[in-house]
């Protein structure tokens, strides 16, 4: 085989077979493929894409260029969930102890965020004392005997994709649905779960911001963990304003932590809730998503799933009395309100300025190696729809710094006021399984 024949294949519009797919990954893994031919290969799928096949043989090829997570020894049916990302997304730090809590095993593998704010282990570091430095072995034990236990990504878990994704980032090909899909699913699929949730966002502050586009890359990422065997389900969720009020870690944990209590935001709550009952029925804990979401309900409601969020922290070393008392949690020196200069209704809010703005103050990374402030971040005062007047507050930037002009206007130009109230985005746009 010869990798010029293989491009010049692709570029021609024709289907490669499975050997070809794996003698394009293992020689790219191998280093005996130079970037150069990878680069031509990318941009032929970018413009004459995959059949359903080809993005299932391209994934299942990724998946097995490095180490894969065993879980065998886990009972119970595993349930992954993956967020495509956006701004104030806590949904993991609300349904993994959430699920857990009513019997649905969580073995969650996580990094560290870049971006907007930290991951979902910089979150919980807020938490004093918090480890994800754990062995395979006691995670395993941890989630048998709790149900959920997080533990820090290996590097060696789907190699081929962090070189082809840091290819792609170069070579103007990040944006082709394949090769987002079989990114995605590969780390999923070597993560070991028997089953995935997937929360496809769509709008302003997500990376699909079509929501045509969004549904053809949730129904590729659905097929394709049903075609190598894992059941696996797509919710399309709203991402045209920030989900929830918290931007930034420590703001985030405290934010999850009154949504496990029933007093979260609705939409925060809502999505946890649809989320969470696929993850439920996928399981098998539940015969229909109703009663699934009940069994979640009744265990906010009873306290039974916050309690499931203090075992799992002190399981993990952490300081399980920060859940009762979240006033420990890390706090920024200054807190200054962006207020409005005029009177209106909220028409939008730009996601991705907010999250610029609290990756300014220090909440997230701009590269691998930049330091987060936990404390830091945005709460939001108003969303969509609301009412203001002048002067209120649309928002309180919560920061180790006084001189904050910059990120006020930045915050204050994200808000659109129209004079006339104005319809909500829907929250869930559409729920895909096969």
Not at 323 to 347: C, H, M, Q, R, W
Request: hydrophobic share 40%.
């Amino acid at each position: 085989m010869r990798m010029v024949d293989l491009i010049e294949k692709k570029r021609n519009g024709h289907e490669h077979t499975k050997e070809e797919i794996d003698f394009i990954i293992n020689g790219y893994t191998e280093d005996s493929i130079p970037e150069y031919q990878i680069s031509a290969w990318a941009m032929s799928i970018y413009f004459q894409g995959m059949t359903e096949g080809e993005t299932a043989h391209l994934t299942n090829a990724i998946v097995h260029s490095g180490e894969t997570i065993d879980l065998s020894e886990i009972n119970g049916i595993k349930v992954d969930k993956h967020s495509t990302g956006g701004v104030g997304d806590t949904t993991t730090l609300v349904l993994a102890p959430l699920v857990a809590s009513v019997g649905v095993p969580v073995a969650k593998m996580s990094g560290r965020g870049l971006g907007h704010t930290g991951g979902t282990i910089d979150k919980l570091e807020a938490i004093s004392g918090f480890n994800v430095e754990i062995t395979n072995e006691e995670f395993i034990k941890l989630v048998n005997k709790n149900q959920v236990a997080v533990i820090g990504q290996t590097d060696n878990l789907t190699p081929a994709d962090k070189k082809l994704y840091g290819l792609r980032d170069v070579t103007a090909t990040v944006n082709s649905i394949p090769l987002i899909a079989s990114s995605i699913m590969s780390k999923k699929l070597a993560s070991g779960a028997n089953a995935i949730v997937l929360d496809v966002k769509t709008g302003a502050g997500a990376f699909m911001k079509d929501l045509t586009e969004t549904k053809k890359l949730a129904q590729s990422m659905v097929r394709i963990g049903n075609n190598l065997g894992r059941k696996t389900a797509a919710i399309i969720s709203d991402m045209s304003q920030p989900l929830g009020f918290a931007v930034g870690n420590a703001l985030e944990v405290r934010e999850a932590i009154d949504t496990l209590q029933g007093k979260g935001p609705n939409d925060l709550t809502e999505l946890c809730l649809t989320l969470g009952s696929h993850m439920v029925l996928l399981a098998e804990k539940a015969p229909t998503l109703e009663e699934a979401r009940t069994l979640l309900q009744d265990a906010i409601s009873s306290g039974k799933a916050l309690q499931h969020f203090k075992t799992f922290i002190e399981a993990q070393s952490g300081d399980p009395s920060y859940v009762d008392n979240p006033e420990k949690l890390p706090t920024a020196s200054f807190k200054i309100d962006v207020k409005a200069i005029k009177s209106g209704y909220v028409a939008a809010i730009e996601a991705d300025k907010i999250g610029t703005a609290a990756m300014l103050l220090g909440a997230g990374r701009a590269t691998k190696t930049s330091m987060i402030d936990l404390a830091v971040g945005i709460e939001l005062r108003k969303k969509t729809g609301d009412k203001v007047s002048k002067d209120d507050s649309l928002a309180t930037i919560h920061a180790n710094k006084e001189n904050v002009q910059e990120i006020i206007e930045m915050i204050r130009a994200s808000y659109t006021l129209a004079e006339q109230s104005v319809s909500l985005a829907p929250l869930i746009y559409d729920v895909i399984t096969e």
